[in-house]
């Protein structure tokens, strides 16, 4: 299945060549979390504080589907 | 001595007094809406003599205390009709506490056409006339530099302000003497131009930290304060290094990235006008450019970087996260040198980014400029310089621009434009726009921290539940401390890390002989929101005022496709307890 993944700020920096206007197609196979996901990719866990999957808010426990859009971010935080 | 200071515009008398009894423990937006709320007559005309403009730092201000040399500007407001409190950084709020000034209260008008500006030191305070009236913001200040020297700070209003626009502001010079840092919103700087007042020139000398009641505690909780900003993310990382505009991509993400006049809820080039390409491009071009900068004294957050050009000169300070949404995304703008030029016009005119922004998306509902004309934007802002009659209507912001070119969807809240969340896609947060006592105004109430940050807890942004009480708690939390003079974004520290409360109240104790508990923290938030609420049914807006515009009800926000739901009946249980 394809994952289209998008980090914000710091989580950019682990992954080389990370080019945010196209983000990150991924093929995928086998049940995958995306918590998994972000260990492919060598995202620190630690530093993961928002998960968003299509949009939602969710846990790096909850299983990723074919098309998912899954949005990594650190803390942040603005107004 | 802590003293207020009276200046009355029409005799020119400036008067020292002692402050009243009954203003004790209250300082900031506290004070300013307490002396607005005993003072000046609801009904009044906001650009009339009536109207009074009280300009106050916070009760934490002028000690070491982290960030807490905000100041705040109450009057009632030329833009919605009810009170306002609008807050800045900047030098003159450190200053103006280190003085001893606990408010100046600007009372009565000069007659039309003249221009004074207000000399003051720690004893003495002056009208004379301008010798700036006519310049905008940039200029005018470079002129009172050159006149009065370097080691003041100053406060301004540009050609927006002398022109009396419902969306014109007042600066507030930085650490570097530019005057980058506004009260912004409400129009607060129309009632400083009505009352023909085009300076002030702080002038520091002689002024010390204020005495403390107890030297030793103070220090040992201002230090804890410190540890827990700088051991919050969102204050020690994110913010210095991505500025507010951090959150673009997370909204864009989240959907609820208000674009093409809220027509939707994300936008393409929404990377191109992100706090990420802001701190890449300053980082690359370097020069005069700055990743971390403190708007004031004793900030340990610096939010509000410098933006260089493309041969590392000044160009801007990085635009808030709302400023690069209004002209960005909502006017479907993705050029982020092009963004930085119209903040840096917003604040040499003198006017709110917000409200201006958002009528420049209306002028392109409307038709008159097309969707992502960065050049017709930049042209079209020039105007409100000139004082032509189509600036005049940008500057008076989107409730005036939408009528006067009838449109349907204007996003506004008692008059004040709606900045940056989507409230369908935010709902908390639309909780806070439709019954804030100061029209739609993000900073009153920011539930996006548990609605999108997951910060103080998390409430789905999309479901109704639980919506009205964060907003309410939030808006009752957020009284409290702009009345304290703290930067807001301490906020996100105060809601994660016990201790950071804690240790405010014990400042708050230490300086002034206090015995607060934090139980009474949420009591002097809500007697601030009782008396605003008190001068805005006074002032014939009454909760039926608390709305959002009824297309929010109507139309579906792509791309979770939703509505707002939050019955009218129930957001006016928000403001009750
Ligand atoms: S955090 Fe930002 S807005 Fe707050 S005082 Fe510091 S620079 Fe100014």
Redesign the pocket.
């Known amino acids: 299945m394809s994952v289209f993944v998008t980090l914000s700020t710091t989580l950019r920096n682990f992954v080389p060549g990370y080019r945010a206007a196209d983000g990150l197609n991924l093929e995928v196979s086998g049940p995958t979390t995306a918590g998994d996901l972000a260990q492919r990719l060598n995202l620190p866990l630690s530093e993961i504080k928002i998960v968003m999957i299509n949009g939602r808010r969710l846990e790096l426990a909850t299983p990723i589907n074919d098309g998912d859009r899954v949005g990594y971010f650190p803390a942040v935080g603005g107004g | 001595m802590i003293k207020i200071l009276r200046v009355n515009m029409k005799t020119k008398a400036c008067d020292f007094q002692d402050v009243p009894a009954e203003y004790d423990g209250l300082g900031g937006r506290g004070l300013t809406s307490a002396i607005v709320g005993k003072e000046v007559r609801p009904t009044c005309t906001p650009l009339g003599p009536h109207n009074k403009l009280v300009i106050a730092p916070g009760l934490l201000g002028g000690t070491n205390c982290a960030?807490s040399n905000r100041v705040s500007v109450g009057c009632k407001s030329p833009l919605t009709g009810g009170i306002k409190e609008a807050n800045s950084?900047g030098q003159p709020g450190g200053h103006l506490a280190k003085m001893g000034i606990h408010a100046i209260i600007i009372e009565d008008i000069a007659p039309e056409g003249e221009w004074y500006q207000l000399e003051l030191t720690k004893d003495t305070a002056k009208l004379v006339p301008s010798t700036v009236a006519g310049l905008n913001n940039y200029d005018a200040v470079a002129k009172l530099v050159q006149q009065y020297g370097e080691k003041n700070s100053y406060i301004t209003i540009g050609r927006a302000g002398e022109f009396r626009l419902t969306a014109a502001s007042i600066a507030f010079t930085d650490r570097e003497l530019r005057p980058t840092r506004h009260a912004g919103r409400g129009g607060v700087g129309a009632v400083m131009g009505s009352k023909g007042l085009k300076a002030i020139i702080v002038n520091p000398e002689g002024g010390e930290n204020l005495p403390l009641v107890d030297k030793e505690a103070f220090t040992a909780a201002a230090k804890r304060f410190s540890k827990a900003l700088l051991e919050h993310p969102v204050c020690s990382q994110g913010?210095p290094n991505y500025g507010t505009a951090v959150l673009v991509n997370i909204l864009h993400e989240a959907g609820g990235l208000p674009t093409h006049n809220f027509s939707a809820g994300r936008f393409e080039g929404h990377d191109e006008v992100s706090g990420e390409t802001l701190n890449r491009l300053t980082k690359e071009r370097g020069g005069e450019g700055v990743v971390a900068h403190?708007?004031?004294t004793g900030?340990i957050?610096?939010?509000?970087g410098i933006f260089p050009d493309k041969n590392g000169k000044f160009m801007g300070k990085w635009p808030e996260y709302e400023t690069l949404w209004a002209f960005g995304p909502n006017s479907g703008i993705n050029d982020i040198e092009m963004i930085v030029r119209y903040d840096y016009q917003c604040d040499d005119y003198g006017v709110d980014t917000i409200d201006v922004g958002a009528a420049i998306c209306l002028f392109m509902d409307a038709g008159v400029l097309k969707y992502g004309d960065a050049e017709g934007c930049f042209k079209l802002m020039e105007e409100i310089s000139k004082g032509s009659a189509i600036g005049r209507v940008l500057g008076c912001g989107a409730a005036t621009t939408g009528k006067v070119y009838g449109r349907r969807r204007v996003a506004e809240v008692k008059g004040q434009a709606i900045p940056a969340y989507d409230p369908r896609a935010v709902k908390g947060q639309g909780v806070t726009y439709a019954t804030t006592t100061m029209g739609a105004d993000h900073t009153a109430g920011y539930a996006v921290t548990a609605n999108i940050l997951s910060v103080g807890g998390t409430i789905d942004p999309l479901g109704k539940g639980g919506q009205i009480d964060l907003s309410r708690n939030l808006q009752i939390a957020t009284a409290a401390v702009d009345t304290v003079g703290l930067?807001l974004?301490v906020a996100f520290a105060v809601l994660d890390i016990p201790d950071a409360l804690v240790a405010i109240v014990d400042m708050l104790n230490a300086r002034y002989g206090l015995k607060l508990t934090l139980d009474d923290v949420p009591a002097l938030g809500k007697s601030v929101l009782e008396t605003e609420i008190k001068f805005n049914r006074e002032a014939g807006i009454n909760e039926f005022a608390d709305r959002l515009p009824d297309f929010f009800y109507d139309e579906e926000l792509p791309p979770h496709n939703v509505k707002y739901d939050i019955p009218e009946e129930e957001l006016r249980t928000a403001l009750t307890w």
Request: glycine share 16%; aromatic share 8%.
């Open positions: 960030n950084g913010l403190g708007c004031m900030c957050m610096r939010c509000s930067c974004f």
